[in-house]
């Protein structure tokens, strides 16, 4: 079932292709349609690498990037554990330009005009766009007082966002002396990849069983239980790391003491960590909410499930985990990368004067490492619902690892493998 939905997914180019797709040529008064892409991300390098494909790279796509290549979230949890390094996370951004012709800017996009349809570059140039796709991921919440202070946001890391915080947590876990508690708080749901933070409990558990024996994992919760994989992680808990894992739900964080490495919480005492790993709350990328594009409780970004137009503006796309998601659809990089190529099939339809596909569906898996080598997942399949305007799941698809093994942990490799060929290569 999993291998089957994966390469679904991925087929998705072929199919659209046959349905006539990538014979656009689309113009606006006589010169190649523009689309500017914000985000070089799962989303974002997705949807520029496919708008090109999808119309014979007919329309001309800008991406602007900040950073010099792409890092992978996903296996980021492999380099805090020391199973893997930053290098073989790391992607560079120059096949989308000299296979597919994507101009790619390393630059930030400091605002957006929606009504002279242009994008402001920190640096100070101005693009124009046909239409705009924005994929900036997530930036956090100010409801940490304390993380505001000078220094703090450099010793309390989230390495939430894969980069120097990779690094850096790493670096903290081995200063620990054996003995040292970590600490990892979530927060409530939705956040960036579930999953994610039970993963890196684990990872840094693997890590502490071999070099730091006495050491301790404390999970602090803001979920009332843990909110993916539960059965996986508590029984890998009890299997590989027994006595090292503790996991604490119903812990709401309300602030940090970053000098002391203090947590705080709503209701329960605080916790003083040796090294602590706080995930704040989680929203849109900030650009997208200076844009006025976050509508939902002013987190999320309210999206046509059909286009990615964003409900606020039109002419202006948003995908990945910066959307409000529909029911039980996680903010994944499998999801981001399927947003993207659906949201440039509808870009390049919508240039050329068609009708978007009305149909969409797509797959998710999401592995997680519970050891250095054995690996559980969750699958999921969404697909649109005409009548409710959203994607909704495929009863009685999806599922999840009956048990932990190494042979999902060759799986997990070979579609982090595929991913980044899928959205880079
Ligand atoms: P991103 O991939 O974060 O891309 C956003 C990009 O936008 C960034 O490169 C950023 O630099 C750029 N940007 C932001 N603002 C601007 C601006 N103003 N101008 C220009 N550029 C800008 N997902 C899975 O499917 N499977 C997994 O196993 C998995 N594991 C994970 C493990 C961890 C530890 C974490 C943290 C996440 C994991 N995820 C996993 C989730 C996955 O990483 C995200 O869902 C995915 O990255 C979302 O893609 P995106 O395009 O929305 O955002």
Request: aromatic share 8%; net charge positive.
């Amino acid at each position: 079932m999993k291998r089957r939905q994966f390469v679904q997914s991925i087929g998705a180019g072929s199919a659209l292709a046959g349905l006539g797709l990538m014979s656009g040529c689309a113009t606006t008064g006589g010169s190649s349609a523009k689309v500017v892409v914000v985000g070089g991300g799962f989303g974002g390098a997705t949807a520029a690498k496919y708008v090109r494909l999808f119309s014979n790279n007919s329309i001309d796509v800008t991406l602007i990037e900040p950073n010099a290549a792409f890092v992978s979230c996903p296996m980021s949890n492999l380099v805090v554990g020391g199973h893997s390094t930053m290098a073989e996370i790391t992607t560079p951004y120059s096949n989308l330009s000299q296979r597919h012709g994507v101009k790619v800017v390393r630059d930030m996009v400091d605002s957006i005009d929606p009504v002279k349809r242009t994008v402001k570059l920190a640096s100070g140039g101005e693009l124009p766009y046909d239409r705009l796709i924005l994929s900036p991921g997530i930036d956090f919440m100010p409801t940490l007082p304390g993380m505001a202070k000078a220094g703090a946001a450099d010793k309390v890391l989230h390495a939430w966002k894969a980069g120097p915080q990779t690094v850096a947590l790493r670096q903290q876990l081995e200063a620990l002396p054996d003995g040292g508690t970590y600490a990892i708080s979530i927060p409530l749901a939705p956040y960036r990849c579930p999953p994610g933070p039970y993963e890196r409990a684990c990872m840094v558990a693997s890590y502490f069983k071999v070099a730091k024996p006495k050491s301790k994992v404390v999970i602090f919760d803001a979920n009332d239980d843990i909110t993916s994989k539960k059965g996986l992680f508590t029984k890998a808990w009890a299997d590989h790391y027994a006595g090292m894992i503790e996991y604490r739900p119903k812990h709401k964080l309300v602030d940090v003491d970053a000098v002391t490495n203090t947590l705080k919480f709503e209701f329960n005492d605080d916790f003083k960590a040796g090294v602590a790993n706080v995930l704040p709350d989680m929203r849109a990328g900030n650009i997208a909410v200076k844009t006025g594009l976050a509508t939902a409780n002013a987190r999320w970004c309210e999206v046509d499930f059909l286009t990615f137009e964003s409900k606020a503006q039109k002419n202006i796309h948003v995908l990945g985990d910066a959307i409000q998601i529909a029911p039980a659809m996680p903010k994944s990089g499998h999801m981001a990368n399927a947003h993207g190529k659906t949201c440039a099939a509808a870009v390049v339809a919508l240039l050329n004067g068609q009708e978007p596909l009305a149909n969409p569906l797509y797959a998710n898996t999401c592995y997680s490492f519970v050891t250095a080598k054995d690996v559980v997942h969750v699958a999921s399949v969404h697909k649109y619902d005409a009548e409710k305007k959203t994607m909704v799941t495929v009863p009685g698809s999806g599922g999840l690892s009956s048990a932990a093994s190494e042979l999902e942990g060759a799986y997990a490799k070979a579609w982090a493998r595929n991913i980044w060929a899928d959205s880079l290569a």
